[in-house]
Nanobody, 123 residues
């Protein structure tokens, strides 16, 4: 199962982007969805997650107040709105489908992954 992530790009500090992740409905409609990121030389880290209904979200402390996660079940798409970007937000952003109905912060609890989309924030 391949998740399709898009929306990354080069943006100045303080700018915004909207990342999208489209997944096959039949395999992910009842799964929690998450966004992770990995910067060069660093481990992959949890950024945000949303449950299968789209009613419960979780954000990493480093992005609270700046990032928002949502999902459109009709389109089987998950969005990550990233705002007030900082150079330290530069990373490849990955979306993933959880093994359960919820979106844990542990990456090992995710079954399917997208190919990643690069976000680069210039100072």
């Amino acid at each position: 199962v391949q998740l399709q992530a898009s929306g990354g790009g080069l943006v100045q500090a303080g700018g915004s982007l909207r990342l999208s992740c489209t997944a096959p409905r039949r395999t992910t409609s009842n799964n929690g969805m998450g966004w992770f990121r990995q910067a060069p030389g660093k481990e992959r880290e949890f950024v945000a997650g949303v449950d299968w209904r789209g009613t419960s979200t979780t954000l990493a402390d480093s992005v609270k107040g700046r990032f928002t996660i949502s999902r459109d079940r009709a389109k089987n798409t998950v969005y990550l709105q990233v705002s007030s970007l900082k150079p330290e937000d530069t990373a490849v952003y990955y979306c993933a489908a959880s093994r359960t109905s919820y979106a844990p912060i542990d990456s090992s609890q995710y079954r399917y992954w997208g190919q990643g989309t690069q976000v680069t924030v210039s100072s």
